[in-house]
């Protein structure tokens, strides 16, 4: 991401004058490639998927009120809400979810998730990385090892540049429980080069770049104003002119002024009722967002439900973090919202073609007890979660592992974050060689059901 404009003098440093996230692929030696297609059928090295858009659920939605609903369970497992048909015979999901009920033929359910703690922090980390290494809880104490690359980094690195603009973008802030921020989102052991470049969708503002801090009333409907533009990158230039012809500097500049990057930034070339199928909120219009950068060539988009994990009420933005009122925030809000905005997604990326080669993830880092507590809510679940997947060469209308009668546990195909990242990795074309190379092996096996 790129820093411009104004910043503090003291201790001013390139990086904190001037950051952007690069787009330059770091590839194997020749020698590594050529002994890998000698190695491998060279179809195995070409992924399906084209482009990853990974759904971040943050704070962990409840699996019986979403994907996993058990009618036949205790009142006080099953909740108020009852299920729904979908068009994939015997599978049902919670009643709040009718268009994505409908929608069952183009997206696959995993029933059987678990991972290892249930700290968001840590279990934020391992969703986004696929290991615990340098993940730091609510305690603050990191745990051993290096910062693993994120999902996002390991894709674009393999995907690599198709133009000027970077190949991971994040649609939302830095994720956060409490006031620390989660390790997981950035270039890990791959290097600051395969950090993300972020951006933001304000209902009021619309879209916002964080990392270009030009002008406050800069948006990107504005870039297209060249005078403004100019104006702004000339004061930037002036600050930085210790540093000309910085290939960082470089790269901003032509993200910045390459009428087709700027482009897709922009919301208001889209037609008003393409933005009202998506909804009218902050995720809904990230996830629109998130299909015009896919559409432009960037490789991974990852969009972030909220940014804190706690709902608007405890001080947060909106998560999935519901240890009370659950019910009544899921039929409000949260439903409604992601069963619009994720149905959206999936109808305007096949009506575009543009779904066979994009894998889209929906998941949080973990699920929610499956008896309901006294507050109407349910606390943190590390033993059993579900999620969608769908597109980039992933079969349609499956469920994939069965838990027992309460949710509690998986009985059927237990599956790990682990096993996602190595099937997003085969998709994308990532044999084990490869990852072996780069020092990224997978306590992971491929989800051999979903090809």
Not at 59 to 78: E, F, I, S
Not at 117 to 125: L, P, R, V
Not at 156 to 175: A, H
Request: aromatic share 6%; net charge neutral; with cysteine.
């Amino acid at each position: 991401m790129l820093l411009i404009g104004s910043q503090p003098q003291k201790n001013r440093t390139r990086r904190a004058l001037l950051q952007v996230g690069a787009c330059t692929l770091l590839g194997l030696s020749g020698a590594d490639r050529l002994r890998l297609h000698a190695e491998a059928p060279s179809s195995y090295l070409q992924g399906k998927a084209k482009s990853v858009i990974l759904l971040w659920l943050w704070g962990g939605p409840a699996q019986l009120d979403t994907w996993d609903p058990k009618p036949n369970a205790p009142l006080d497992y099953r909740g108020p809400f009852s299920s729904i048909p979908t068009r994939t015979a015997g599978v049902r999901i919670g009643e709040l979810f009718p268009q994505i009920a409908r929608l069952s033929e183009q997206y696959s359910i995993i029933r059987s998730l678990h991972t290892s703690s249930n700290d968001h922090g840590i279990a934020g980390t391992i969703g986004l990385t696929g290991s615990n290494a340098g993940a730091q809880g609510l305690g603050g104490q990191p745990l051993s090892g290096a910062p693993r690359p994120a999902l996002g980094a390991v894709v674009s690195r393999q995907l690599g540049e198709r133009n000027t603009t970077p190949p991971y973008m994040i649609v939302g802030g830095k994720l956060h429980q409490g006031k620390k921020q989660v390790t997981g989102e950035g270039g890990g052991t791959l290097g600051g080069k395969y950090d993300p470049f972020r951006l933001e969708y304000d209902p009021v503002k619309g879209v916002r770049i964080p990392g270009l801090q030009l002008a406050e009333q800069l948006t990107p409907e504005r870039l297209t104003d060249r005078r403004t533009l100019l104006d702004a990158l000339a004061r930037a230039e002036r600050q930085i002119q210790q540093h000309h012809g910085d290939a960082y500097y470089s790269q901003a500049i032509a993200l910045l002024t390459s009428p087709d990057a700027r482009k897709m930034f922009d919301l208001s070339q889209e037609k008003p009722q393409t933005k009202q199928q998506y909804g009218y909120t902050r995720f809904g219009q990230s996830c629109l967002l998130a299909r015009r950068l896919v559409e432009h060539g960037v490789p991974f988009v990852q969009v972030n439900w909220s940014d804190h994990v706690e709902a608007e009420e405890d001080s947060g933005d909106g998560g999935w973090d519901h240890h009370y009122r659950n019910f009544q925030i899921m039929q409000d809000r949260h439903a409604a919202w992601l069963d619009q905005a994720y149905a959206a997604l999936l109808t305007d990326l096949a009506h575009r073609g543009l779904l066979d080669q994009t894998l889209i993830l929906a998941v949080g880092e973990f699920g929610r007890t499956p008896r309901i507590n006294e507050k109407a809510g349910r606390d943190h679940w590390e033993h059993c979660y579900s999620a969608l997947i769908a597109g980039g060469g992933i079969r349609g209308g499956r469920v994939i592992g069965e838990s027992d009668a309460k949710a509690e546990r998986p009985i059927l195909k237990p599956l790990t974050p682990a096993d996602l990242a190595a099937t997003i990795h085969h998709q994308v074309g990532i044999s084990s060689e490869q990852a072996a190379l780069l020092g990224l092996q997978l306590n992971g096996t491929v989800i051999q059901e979903l090809l």
